[in-house]
């Protein structure tokens, strides 16, 4: 009966912090105490234990209910048929000007189908290929080349 001591305690422990985490701790802390405004996740202690990422607010959530309100505009019809019937006529797939406007062959179909959301810089570059202009008044006017200034 020897062996099973009842008295005696095992404890595990981390190893103790490095002298040089030791310090930059004593540092922050010093720190702290010095500043009043303080603005340290060593001092804050008004929402401790709270996770206030995840919080939904009132505009939030009145954004999901008026979803048919407020929504992003996306590409016109007529726009993605311009695109479509300039493509061709240049005797290029979907693909071929995916790849020389640098984008995936998916934003092109989404353009031609009217799904996509207008980013100016793919319209500049679909223009510049397509040698057609996309934006403003005149859409599938032939696009007219400015001079380069120096």
């Known amino acids: 009966m020897a062996e099973s001591d009842w008295d005696t305690v095992t404890v595990l422990r981390k190893k103790g912090p490095t002298a040089a985490q030791a310090k ?8 702290c105490s010095i500043r009043r405004p303080h603005n340290c996740p060593y001092c ?10 995840h919080l939904v607010s009132k505009n939030t ?14 590409i016109p019809l007529e726009v993605g048929k311009v695109i479509q019937k300039g493509r061709q006529d240049k005797g290029l797939t979907q ?9 995936k062959p998916q934003v ?5 189908c009217g799904k996509a959301i207008p980013n100016n810089q793919i319209m500049g570059k679909i223009e510049r290929v397509l040698g057609l202009k996309l ?16």
């Open 44 to 53: 804050l202690t008004g929402s401790a234990g709270q996770n206030k990422q």
């Open 24 to 31: 930059s701790k004593q540092v922050t802390v010093f720190a």
């Open 95 to 103: 693909k071929d000007l995916a790849t020389k406007v640098n984008e």
């Open 61 to 74: 959530a009145k954004l999901d209910r008026e979803t048919e309100e407020l929504h992003h505009d996306r």
């Open 108 to 112: 092109i179909a989404d353009y031609e």
């Open 135 to 150: 934006r403003g008044k005149d859409i599938g006017e032939p696009l007219e080349a400015k001079p380069k200034k120096k």
